[in-house]
Each structure stands twice: as C-alpha cells, then as structure tokens.
C-alpha cells in the first residue's frame, strides 16, 4: 500500500488532535488530565469526536474506557487493539500515553483514505488512568477491561481528592461493580493483538540518531507506594549510640540500593529502583529533632521474573540489616505487582520486516518504563510496540516529540496493520 497520497492528510489530523489534546489537559506549565477528572474526560470527548467523524463503531466499558472500531470483513474474527492511554501525570507532557491514541486514529484514517479493509475489526483503545502516581494502582482502564484488577483496587483513594477509584469511576460512567465482580469487556482468547505506539522515555533514540524503535519487552515491578520508616523522636544533642534515627536509615537505604543497582549494571543484567517519595513528617520534623518517622516510596523493575524475585529477596535483606543496626522498624504497607511484558516474536518480527519495506531505520529497545502493553501480554494477548523519539524526557512539561517523528512511528505503525492482517 502506498500511504505518500495521505500523508498530507494524517499529518493535519495529527497535529489538530495534539493540539487540542494539549488545551484538553492545560494546567501550567504542562498538562494535568487527570484520570477519571476533568482533563481526562474531556481528552475522551476530544478523540471521540474524531472517532464520529471517521464513522466508527463507538462503545464503553465497565471501566468507562473508550472503544473505537473500524469493521473488518469478518466479524467473527478475533479483534485487533490499537490504543495507549489519554491521562498524564500532574503538570507532565502531551505525548506520554496520547500519542498511541491519536497514532491509531491516524493508521485508521490512512485506511481509509487507501481503500484498504482489514481481515479483523480494528478498535482503537482509549484507555483510562494508566499513570499509577493518582491512585497508586497501575494499570486501572487496562486490567479494568481483562478482568484483572487487583483486589482492593477500586478501595483506593486518589491523591489529590481523596475519593476512592469507585466513585470516581462511577461519576465518570463506568460501573465499579462489574468491575468488582471482575466481568471481562475485553476477552483475551477474543484478541488477535494488542499495538500501542509510544515515546521513549529515555534519551537511546536521541542518542542514536533515530526516529523509531521497536521494543523487545516491558518490564514488571514491585512496589511500596506508601512504606514508613519507625525510629525515635529525640534531642538533638543523644548520642549517635542512643539514636533511632529514621532520616538516617531511610539514607543508608537509597545508599544501599544505589549500590545494588550498580552491581546488576556491572553484570549487564538491566533493572531500576527508584525512591519516589523520600521525606521526614513534616509535622513533627525540626533542626533540633533526631527524626523518629520517614516516609518513602519505592519501585523495583526489571525485565525477567527470576530477576525480579531475587531483588524482592534483596531489599528484604537490606531492610533486615538496616533494622538490626540502627534498631529502627521498616513498615512497607501495601505491596503492589505488575507482571512483565513480554513482546510476541511474530508481532516483533513483522514490524521488523515493515520497517525494512519503509527503508526506516530502527532500533531494539527495552521499554523502561510501564506501558497498558504489558497488561495485554500478561493476560496472554500476543503483543509489540513502536517507540517514537523524544527528547527531554517524559513526565514533564518538557516533551519533545516531533510530528516528523511520529509520523515515521504512525506509518511504520499503518504499514504492519496492513501487510498483517489485511490479506488474511
């Protein structure tokens, strides 16, 4: 298929949907849409109103995700999924999630305009609240949709209204009890694939001097979104041999996984941690208190599941070693998993091909971060993503994302829909 006609075409309706997507979620300096709040509802009214213009089937889910589908020739052949998430995090960038929405509209648009039906229904997703920092659950409209959720979930309370995901859900038009009898919208023996187009989030494409990547797997993690350090609030004059202190052991800590990071580095073995939250109480915290509470969160990722249990066993032997010598308690809370992404090799494998059709120039990159991808291939959904450069980073204002570059992504993405699963 020859897709240079409608180019011209796809590039306006792209730069028109980020454009607007941007004063969707508004919030200086970047953009807030927030899940299932105002930004991210009117993201959703944003893309369906493209969706009506290009005549697709428009549907709903339990988990008020949307659903947009151009027919195939055969109905009863397993669907294929386009689609990535429309929320951001608070005060981040407009490409991080959007872009897989807005590229799925455009392989569709570009459809279209060529004349070409697909063998398989083509729904592009637009799924909610992907970024876990709001309600500290990952994956919500993507686990919502298989049936996945973990328990407790919809009990969870967002950070900033401190309503539980049911309500907000529910004030969004979606139904937390079929949720919470775990009622499937999205069966996985009912998928052919899941695709999702997205930027890097790291600087490899930048460095490399390329456009687009294809990625080789997501990692999984585990995480403590809420854990506390139990010490002794004291003087400011005891001696270190009396002292309980939090602040202190939450420092030896990072330390020591900073440490632990080095050395799966030094084995080429690939893993992250990160500390995202890392303070004293603020209100009992001063110049002259030895600190007795410190708070923390902490994410462990890595990309193989025997890796990813032998760090689980080593944060525990570092805790234990903490508490021993500094008589401190660690008090982790709840813990939370999310599964690894694994990229199905044939899907892998024609995008390979394509690219090499396009003369596109590609690299094979890890993910290091989590996409909704990963819980379509956890559930067993044969999965591959596209990873379009961007520089600056993600989760901030700061996206830079060309349109340039995401229409390499979006055609490479247009070019395996079609030499997949248009001639079957």
């Known amino acids: 298929m020859d897709l240079a006609a409608s180019v011209a075409e796809q590039r306006e309706l792209a730069e028109t949907l980020f454009d607007r997507l941007r004063r969707d979620g508004m919030d200086e300096p970047g953009v807030s849409r927030d899940p299932y709040g105002p930004g991210e509802q009117r993201a959703h009214a944003t893309v369906t109103e493209v969706a009506h213009r290009l005549g697709l089937d428009i549907a709903h889910d339990a988990a008020a995700n949307l659903y947009m589908t151009l027919p195939g020739r055969d109905p009863a052949a397993k669907r294929l999924v386009v689609g990535s998430h429309l929320d951001s995090v608070p005060h981040g960038g407009n490409f991080d999630g959007a872009a897989g929405v807005v590229a799925g509209l455009v392989a569709v648009a570009a459809l279209q305009r060529a004349g070409v039906t697909l063998h398989n229904d083509l729904t592009v997703m637009g799924i ?10 990952s994956y919500v409209g993507s686990r919502g949709a ?38 499937r919208f999205l069966d996985p023996e009912s998928l052919a694939g899941y695709l999702e187009l997205h930027i890097e989030q790291a600087p490899s494409l930048v460095e490399a001097g390329r456009a687009v990547a294809i990625c080789t797997g997501i990692p ?12 002794s609030h004291d003087h400011v004059g005891l001696p270190r041999r009396f002292r309980r202190d939090a602040a202190l052991a939450g420092a030896e800590f990072a330390i020591a996984l900073d440490h632990l990071w080095e050395e799966y580095d030094a084995r080429g073995v690939p893993m992250a941690c990160t500390i995202g939250r890392f303070h004293t109480d603020a209100a009992s915290h001063g110049l002259t208190i030895v ?10 990722r890595a990309y193989d599941e025997a890796v990813l249990g032998e760090l689980d066993r080593r944060v525990d032997t570092i805790i234990a070693g903490i508490e021993q010598r500094r008589g401190v308690r660690f008090h982790r809370g709840a813990k939370a998993r999310a599964a690894i992404g694994a990229v199905d090799p044939s899907i892998l494998a024609a995008l390979e091909r394509c690219a090499s059709d396009l003369r596109m120039p590609v690299l094979q990159l890890g993910s290091p971060a989590s996409h909704d991808a990963a819980a379509f ?31 390499a992504g979006a055609t490479l993405l247009t070019q395996v829909l079609v030499q997949r699963y248009a001639s079957r």
Do not use: K
Not at 291 to 300: E, K, Q, R, W, Y
């Open 128 to 137: 909610r609240a992907e970024e876990s920092i709001w309600f500290q659950v």
């Open 146 to 183: 298989l049936g996945t959720l973990p328990d407790g979930a919809l009990d969870v309370r967002r950070i900033d209204t401190g309503r539980t995901l049911a309500e907000h859900i529910a004030e969004c038009g979606g139904d937390p009890d079929s949720l919470r009898a775990r009622n």
């Open 220 to 231: 999984g993690n585990f995480r403590y979104p809420d854990a506390r350090i139990e010490g």
């Open 291 to 300: 600190p007795g509470a410190f708070h923390f969160s902490l994410d462990v």
């Open 377 to 407: 291939a956890a559930a067993g959904v044969p999965m591959g993503m596209i990873f379009v450069r961007n520089e600056n980073g993600s989760h901030n204002p700061r996206e830079a994302m060309t349109i340039d570059d995401f229409m």
